[in-house]
């Protein structure tokens, strides 16, 4: 038998630290205690829109039961969903975006005006639309990032700009007969018995949940949100990351716009404003959901639906057009609230 | 004669946890003195000055008197000035944006209910003041325009001026660090001020690291070291040795240095002429797998070289060179540092190095993406349990990657932050007061976990004011007075003693070439 050596003594004593600090790891505090409440923290708002549903239902059985409701219901607020979801990007960075419903609007204008007035093919006025969105995040992201100006009032200017601008190119007159191929492929065309558009606002959703759950830009973007400096010493090429979530919160609000022109062939000058606050009612109110704590396009998603869905119930129930507000303002009032029972009650930043 | 003391404290003490801050501090303060309060970092004089202003009770026993009279423990802090006591620390709380009268009339501004307010009267009274202490201050200029020589002055003339407008008393006016970030010529514009307050009868409290600036304008000055009262001592009479031997003390020399010996000569890392404003030129050069420790008086610049060399904030000049490399400091990033091997870990815990509210699984994950990812993605499991594999080397307890970093403790967000850095095995690591606010535990852990990383072959650049740390943990330390390099310790000559004598003595000291 040989005599252990210092070293052999130095590695059993390592051994033993290891498996002690793997059990303290699991004697630490019990989380099993919270599992009820954070499993009611994420699913709470889908158990909510369930509850709506069933209560609206029991004193209106007949429409509030009945398939067709929901298949408009879905595809009419795609263009909501879409926005909402261009909306959380630069929300995630920590920026505010208060110019996407106007550029959802210049979007829609460039369509018909390039489409109805100039007899550009469709494909070509999109084509137009989608840059301009994007032509307006980069505006943005040069005023707030350059000169360091808040977003707020950065993207409320812009935004006040740009309906001057539609007003201007659409000479304030409600432009109608979009090509039909658009109106065919966003609402007219039906999968499994819901219009097109409602599967486009599916479908990116799934992709900005991928980016923002399973990439590493999205934790990138999450960084540069919580702690600014924190990303820049890490690494993160802050400016890159703002400016990007601002040019694609414009490019996606113009696909928003794009969606919005399908689903009517026509475009007016302000009827897309009126979806600034809707956007971001459920852009917070998605925050409390799913992934709470953050903004979230499958929360983003549901958050869209649970809303549009309590308008179209009180509709049923014969409620007039001012319950929409009530909604929506009630909505983001409720949602902010909300979370920030979820922070504790910190300030915010 | 008590008449004669304008404040008198005895019998203080204050506990925090099992630590005793404050034990049986006794203090007292003539009329008309300006009177020094000097000690090292954790002597226990900020703690007695917070207490002063109310900040914290006292243990019971403590007695404060202000110019005979009782005052009430703990000390009301938003009364505190009816009491005679007005405080100017060393973040002057002055407002940028108003004016100087503004600023100087807060105060009342900001209590009284006044529904008309005379500018143009208030400016002349203003000029008055000014006027009365000999200074050339405008009265409508922006305070975030003025130097912040004036902007000190203008703090120390609000707090003397609020004293004479509430308290019947002359007052004691508690002047917190004003110094370190004034060039000398501010210096003697402030002490000619205090000269001046002293003068209508106030009493002055000029708490200190600066041995020199304490026996140019105190009359008398008390010492404490780790929470005891030393001395109180006329400061005609006392040279600046007799100051250091009792700031310092002759007891901590159990401590002694590790006494580290490096073997290789060859240097690996090499910072020629940073310069910044306030700092520099400073040059040094480490070898591998050596931990050099920087260290000075707050104001003498050490603490900012880590940040320059990362790229965290801009220097003016000057050149890193990494091996064979060598690329210029003022053109350097964070992402070039780090594509380099170098990491950086600041002093700020949740504001700079992590981020409270995201999971420590994401905080420590955040370098090493790339390394974590499956074809198909991301996954939370995976972080998480990269991030449990990292946390039960480092000893990061509890352990629970989920867990925000905010729910850890100071010296468990430390260990994980630093393991953050650790993972991509860096060649150099800058680190800003890596055990601030840390249990002792976690910070034996934290030195462990820096030998073994230098052992590895990384070159570590620590600024501390923790000279016991640097005693431990440093194969050198430099310290800095003025921007520039003073002093060189190493070997045997490296102690805690050591350490804190030179940063004492620093002032006098001119800079190595």
């Known amino acids: 038998m040989t005599t252990p050596t210092p070293q052999d003594y130095e590695r059993r004593i390592a051994a033993l630290e290891q498996r002690l600090h793997a059990f303290e790891g699991r004697l630490a505090p019990p989380t099993a205690g919270r599992m009820n409440t954070a499993f009611f923290e994420r699913y709470g708002l889908v158990f909510a829109w369930i509850l709506l549903i069933l209560v609206i239902g029991y004193f209106k059985p007949d429409q509030m039961f009945s398939w067709n409701s929901y298949a408009a219901m879905l595809g009419s607020n795609a263009m909501i969903v879409v926005l909402t979801l261009g909306l959380i990007i630069p929300l995630t960075t920590g920026d505010f975006d208060l110019s996407v419903a106007s550029t959802m609007a210049l979007s829609s204008m460039i369509i018909a005006v390039l489409n109805v007035r100039m007899g550009w093919s469709i494909e070509g006025a999109i084509f137009m639309a989608l840059l301009a969105g994007l032509a307006v995040g980069a505006i943005n992201a040069f005023f707030i990032i350059w000169f360091g100006i808040h977003s707020l009032i950065v993207t409320l200017g812009v935004g006040y700009f740009i309906n001057g601008v539609i007003l201007w190119i659409s000479g304030s007159n409600v432009i109608s007969g979009v090509s039909n191929d658009l109106v065919n492929v966003v609402i007219l065309t039906r999968f499994l018995g819901v219009p097109l558009s409602f599967w486009y606002a599916g479908i990116l959703t799934a992709i900005i949940w991928y980016i923002f759950q399973h990439t590493a830009l999205g934790r990138r973007l999450l960084f540069v949100g919580r702690g600014r400096e924190v990303a820049r010493l890490s690494g993160v090429n802050v400016v890159r990351m703002r400016a990007g979530a601002l040019i694609a919160s414009g490019g996606i609000a113009a696909l928003a716009g794009v969606l919005y022109t399908g689903m009517r062939g026509s475009a007016d000058p302000s009827s897309a404003l009126a979806f600034l606050l809707p956007a971001f009612a459920a852009a917070f109110l998605g925050s409390t959901t799913l992934y709470p704590g953050r903004f979230n396009a499958p929360g983003a998603f549901v958050a869209v639906y649970f809303l549009s869905t309590g308008i179209m119930g009180l509709n049923f129930l014969g409620a007039q057009s001012f319950v929409q507000n009530l909604f929506y303002g009630g909505g983001l009032i409720v949602a902010v609230s909300i979370s920030q029972l979820l922070r504790k009650r910190r300030p915010m930043d | ?513």
């Not at chain 2, 009284?112 to 008055?128: L, P, V």
């Open chain 2, 1 to 513: 004669m008590p008449e004669e003391l304008a404040l008198q404290v005895s019998n203080l003490s204050k506990r925090f946890g099992g630590a005793l801050a404050l034990d049986r501090v006794a203090l007292s303060v003539r009329r008309g003195e300006v009177h020094g309060l000097l000690g090292s970092n954790g002597s226990g004089k900020s703690t007695l000055i917070k207490v002063l202003a109310g900040f914290h009770t006292p243990e019971p026993g403590a007695e404060v008197r202000l110019y005979g009279h009782h005052a009430p423990l703990p000390i009301p802090g938003p009364t505190v000035r009816k009491l005679g006591l007005a405080f100017v620390h060393q973040h002057l709380g002055l407002i940028p944006s108003l004016s100087v009268t503004e600023n100087l009339r807060l105060g009342d501004l900001a209590t009284k209910s006044n529904w008309h307010i005379d500018w143009a009267t208030e400016f002349d009274a203003a000029a008055k003041v000014f006027a009365r202490y000999n200074l050339a201050l405008d009265p409508r200029a922006e305070v975030g325009r003025l130097s912040p020589v004036e902007q000190a002055l203008l703090a120390i003339v609000r707090a003397v001026e609020d004293l004479r407008g509430v308290s019947k008393e002359p007052g004691v006016l508690i002047l917190d660090e004003p110094t370190p970030f004034l060039p000398r010529a501010g210096v003697e514009q402030l002490f000619a001020l205090v000269r001046a307050a002293v003068a209508e009868g106030a009493s002055v409290i000029f708490v200190s690291h600066d041995v020199d600036e304490v026996r140019e304008i105190t009359d008398r000055a008390t010492i404490l070291r780790d929470g005891k009262l030393i001395d109180t001592v006329d400061t005609k009479t006392t040279s600046h040795d007799a100051f250091v031997e009792r700031i310092i003390g002759r007891s901590m020399s159990a401590y002694g240095g590790a006494s580290k010996a490096l073997s290789a000569a060859e240097p690996q890392v090499a910072i020629e002429n940073l310069s910044a404003p306030g700092l520099g030129p400073v040059s040094l050069t480490m070898t591998e797998g050596e931990i050099l420790g920087l260290t000075g008086l707050i104001g003498s610049g050490y603490d900012a070289v880590p940040a320059f060399v990362y790229g965290a904030r801009k220097a003016r000049t000057g050149r890193l060179r990494l091996g064979s490399r060598s690329l210029p400091l003022a053109a350097i990033d964070p992402q070039q540092a780090l594509s380099r091997g170098i990491v950086y870990l600041p002093a700020d815990r949740m504001g700079a190095a992590g981020v409270g509210s995201l999971p420590v699984s994401d905080n420590v994950g955040l370098p090493v993406l790339k390394r974590l990812k499956r074809a198909i993605g991301l996954f939370d499991q995976d972080i998480a349990s990269h991030a449990a594999t990292l946390g039960a080397t480092a000893g990061v307890k509890p352990n629970i990657p989920t867990l925000p970093l905010s729910a850890l403790s100071g010296g468990n967000a430390q260990k994980a932050l630093l393991a953050k850095w650790l993972q991509v095995e860096p060649q150099l690591m800058l680190l800003d007061e890596p055990t601030q606010g840390v249990d002792v535990g976690a910070r034996q852990d934290i030195w462990d976990a820096l030998d073994r990383a230098a052992a590895g072959g990384a070159c570590i650049l620590i600024g501390s004011t923790d000279y016991e740390q640097l005693a431990q943990l440093c194969h050198r330390v430099l310290v800095f007075a003025r921007g520039k390099v003073v002093q060189e310790l190493s070997g045997a000559a490296l102690t805690k003693d050591a350490i804190a004598e030179a940063c004492f003595r620093s002032t006098t000291l001119t800079p190595a070439a």
